[in-house]
């Protein structure tokens, strides 16, 4: 066996830098690093790859990479031409049951191949997924904001990471890791089949109400699950202190989320209290002027209404256009030296109409106001870019699109505003008593959060998250337009229904009506047939219903983990409804 020092350079320089692993996954904004040639002949069968082999020829360069990748042969070919390539659990702790309980594989099959993962993760219980690929080619892709792409370079495999928005001249290893863009921006298949092992129910129900409260997946479950066990064994404030790191990176995976930094993300118990810490932070007097959408949700408009009875301030609605979204003309011409706040819902709660959020920042950002974004219906189920969207402060719910458990939610303020908002309500966390007669806010967001929290569900919110991202959001925002549109398409089909959606691109909420019968009706009677939808009534949306004269509508929300066989079930329940 070599020793290390044989190794070239560049080798030796991983080795000594940190693990191979965890420099591959990390989730952003990394340089892509080399591992140099991998051969199938190189390694004896099931040998780990952390540590070094002696190759089987002179030009064969032995390698060392510092995680227990497990390379496997089939029996069917020569080692040099198959291979199976197993990763670990790409948590990086030590219960794999935090995250996701499966590694990643190449998925290419050309021949039958023989199962291989690591030892650790097997007794975890981990599932992998096996495949065999050619060393000379490989299809697995994985965005850049995740991990690794496996791409051709001549007869060797090497991993490559697609390094979006780095520079080349930062990439430490360039003359030998060379990026493929063209490979990089090829859009990745979502693994449904590992998706729904990962929700049990989905074999049970054909859920379909996600806009309400999705299903939460295994690995989430499992981490709150876990919290809960360990806050038995050793006390609460001890288990809060053994899960600190933890804990505190459930605020840096809400970041990457939205494309924010972790000082900007306060974590609250759900999305309504998120969007009422940031109102009520900010000031309003007599003849102020916030500015909102028709399709505003009750929760929001209420307070509104509080504080223009309180302050004098003026509440006023911007026009739809003929599509149904906000005007984005009509808010231009609206906007005066008076207007203090433009405040809107991204994803009405009614319908598959999605508002135009980007360009209202825009306009938000060019007259110097404050930008309030309702993002409860949005986030899960499509990609947020709060620098791309230009709000000042956005809410969420963790409950929904985003599979995680009740009782969450979370806040992102812009750093720029932050210093200028006093939340409504204290404590001691949010603003820490300096003296007798003094406190002094914190620094961060979290001076919008309060002592006490719920923190198994705070960790069920993180392993949601990172669940989420681990996917990628484009490749669930696809999916859930592509099943949305299936089920409107079909939904057009039977006779009596009327679909009621709006907008140019409605999202993943389809909402609809059916003659002659009420909308808590059929949502029954498609509960008796195994069919998880809602409903939405008028109490929720009340300008846009009043303008629309809308009766209670049908409300069915699919997700990435539904098939297209639970939406055709669905259409041929509601078809098989006798007329009325």
Known sequence: MPHQAAQPLHLRRHAARQPLLRALLRPANMPCRCLGPIRGDQWPKNTPLNAPVAPSSSNSTPIRPSSPIVIATTTSAPRA???????????????????????????????????????????????PRTSTASPKRSSFSWEASTGPTWSHRSSRCSPNVACRGIPRSTCRSSNRCRIDAAKAREPRLIDIDQIRIDTPAA???????????????????????????????????AAADREARRLDSVYSSVGRLLNAAPDEIALLENATVAWQMAFYALAFRKGDRILTAEAEYAANYVAFLQVARRTGAVIEVVPSNASGELDIHALERMIDERVKLIAITWVPTNGGLVNPAAAVGKIARAHGIPYLLDACQAVGQMAVDVEAIGCDMLSATGRKFLRGPRGTGFLYVR????????????????????SRNQYRLRDDARRFETWENNYAARLGLGAAVDYALEIGMGPIEQRCRLLADRLRGGLASVRGITIRDLGRTPGAIVSFTMDGYEADAI?????????????????????DAEIRALPPLVRASPHYYNTEAEIDRLIGHLAGLTPR
């Open 81 to 127: 031409a198959r291979w199976q390539l197993s990763l670990p659990c790409r948590r990086m702790t030590s219960r794999c049951s935090a995250a996701s309980r499966r590694p990643f594989t190449t998925s290419r099959t050309p021949a039958k191949a023989s199962t291989a993962t690591s030892a650790p993760n097997a007794a975890r219980g981990c599932s």
């Open 523 to 543: 949502v029954s009677g498609a509960a008796a047939a195994g069919i998880t939808i809602g409903a939405s009534h008028p109490s929720s949306t009340r300008i």
């Open 415 to 434: 750093r720029a505003l932050l210093q200028r908002l006093e939340p409504p309500m204290i404590d001691h966390f949010a603003a820490p008593w300096v």
């Open 203 to 237: 074999e049970r129900i054909a859920y379909l109400h996600n806009a309400g409260a999705a299903l939460m997946p295994t690995p989430v479950v499992a981490a709150m699950k876990e919290h809960i066990d360990l806050e038995s064994e050793i006390g609460g404030y």
